[in-house]
């Protein structure tokens, strides 16, 4: 036998008006509330993050689009045919031949030998040695020779890398490096470097403000032998110069997809109390 269903009895007139009052009331706190939190300084500052991450990550794709330009402009000078250092080099010269390979003869003058340092390669601590280069009319520049271990720190336990001899090196033409602001303060009379400072060791040389890379030839078995005896280490052929851009604009893009995600959860409007009811009564099934 079939069990009947309970009757549903008619809710009467006065108690639905009441009943419509109060989701209207509702409404109205809701309402205001969504207001509020539209005018908040949370949500202004929710609105602000994404705009800046897709300006940041705008602005780091021209800056790939430079960087990459530059990557194929140096290799191309690397690659060029050595020429000859001129005896007067201008800034300009070293503005436009940065990283080309130049020839250069002279006599290094080893009694005015600086080393810059600390500086570790694969891990081992060490200098890297800036020595005069006098040339055949009586100019200097300077030479950064390489890096040496400091356990050969005084010029007398490397006697191989002291040779008076005149000397022809192949190296890389050099922009004066920025000064690295987190370094100690150098001290030119006492012939301590923390970081290259160009002009300043140029003065203690007596030297033009000109840098060479000496390059160091490719070959496994004589970097090992110039270590092991203390002649410094040169500039590799193959310049790694840093290129994190496309990590930054990848880091901006995502911080403003996911910040732009969150203002939109945030900035939703709720749903009014009348359309909540109708929401549950369909989850329901029609039993409310």
Same mark, same amino acid.
């Given at each position: 036998?079939?069990?009947?269903?309970?009757?549903?009895?008619?809710?009467?007139?006065?108690?639905?008006?009441?009943?419509?009052?109060?989701?209207?009331?509702?409404?109205?706190?809701?309402?205001?509330?969504?207001?509020?939190?539209?005018?908040?300084?949370?949500?202004?500052?929710?609105?602000?993050?994404?705009?800046?991450?897709?300006?940041?990550?705008?602005?780091?794709?021209?800056?790939?689009?430079?960087?990459?330009?530059?990557?194929?402009?140096?290799?191309?000078?690397?690659?060029?045919?050595?020429?000859?250092?001129?005896?007067?080099?201008?800034?300009? #010269?070293?503005?436009?031949? #940065?990283?080309?390979?130049?020839?250069?003869?002279?006599?290094?003058?080893?009694?005015?030998?600086?080393?810059?340092?600390?500086?570790?390669?694969?891990?081992?601590?060490?200098?890297?040695?800036?020595?005069?280069?006098?040339?055949?009319?009586?100019?200097?520049?300077?030479?950064?020779?390489?890096?040496?271990?400091?356990?050969?720190?005084?010029?007398?336990?490397?006697?191989?890398?002291?040779?008076?001899?005149?000397?022809?090196?192949?190296?890389?033409?050099?922009?004066?490096?920025?000064?690295?602001?987190?370094?100690?303060?150098?001290?030119?009379?006492?012939?301590?470097?923390?970081?290259?400072?160009?002009?300043?060791?140029?003065?203690?040389?007596?030297?033009?403000?000109? +840098?060479?890379?000496?390059?160091?030839?490719?070959?496994?078995?004589?970097?090992?032998?110039?270590?092991?005896?203390?002649?410094?280490?040169?500039?590799?052929?193959?310049?790694?110069?840093?290129?994190?851009?496309?990590?930054?604009?990848?880091?901006?893009?995502?911080?403003?997809?996911?910040?732009?995600?969150?203002?939109?959860?945030?900035?939703?409007?709720?749903?009014?109390?009348?359309?909540?009811?109708?929401? +549950?009564?369909?989850?329901?099934?029609? +039993?409310?």
């Amino acid at each position: 036998m079939a069990t009947a269903m309970p009757r549903q009895t008619a809710v009467p007139p006065a108690q639905r008006r009441a009943y419509a009052r109060r989701l209207g009331a509702d409404d109205s706190v809701l309402d205001t509330e969504w207001k509020n939190q539209l005018l908040s300084w949370k949500t202004i500052g929710l609105l602000v993050i994404p705009l800046v991450a897709f300006g940041l990550g705008t602005w780091q794709v021209y800056r790939l689009k430079w960087k990459l330009a530059l990557l194929d402009e140096v290799n191309d000078r690397m690659h060029r045919r050595p020429v000859a250092l001129p005896l007067r080099v201008t800034s300009e #010269e070293i503005d436009r031949n #940065e990283y080309r390979r130049v020839i250069v003869h002279g006599e290094f003058d080893h009694a005015g030998e600086m080393l810059i340092g600390p500086r570790s390669y694969e891990g081992e601590p060490g200098f890297i040695v800036v020595t005069p280069l006098v040339r055949e009319d009586g100019s200097r520049v300077l030479v950064n020779r390489g890096w040496i271990k400091r356990a050969m720190r005084d010029p007398q336990t490397r006697p191989a890398s002291q040779d008076p001899g005149p000397v022809t090196l192949v190296a890389f033409v050099r922009r004066p490096p920025r000064k690295n602001t987190f370094a100690p303060a150098s001290d030119p009379q006492a012939n301590e470097w923390f970081s290259l400072e160009l002009p300043l060791m140029a003065d203690r040389a007596r030297s033009q403000e000109v +840098l060479l890379d000496a390059i160091q030839p490719e070959s496994a078995t004589a970097g090992i032998h110039d270590i092991k005896h203390g002649i410094p280490l040169g500039t590799s052929m193959q310049i790694d110069i840093r290129n994190s851009h496309l990590q930054y604009l990848l880091t901006w893009y995502a911080l403003g997809v996911l910040t732009s995600a969150m203002l939109v959860f945030k900035l939703r409007k709720p749903l009014s109390a009348a359309a909540r009811v109708k929401q +549950l009564r369909s989850r329901a099934g029609g +039993l409310l």
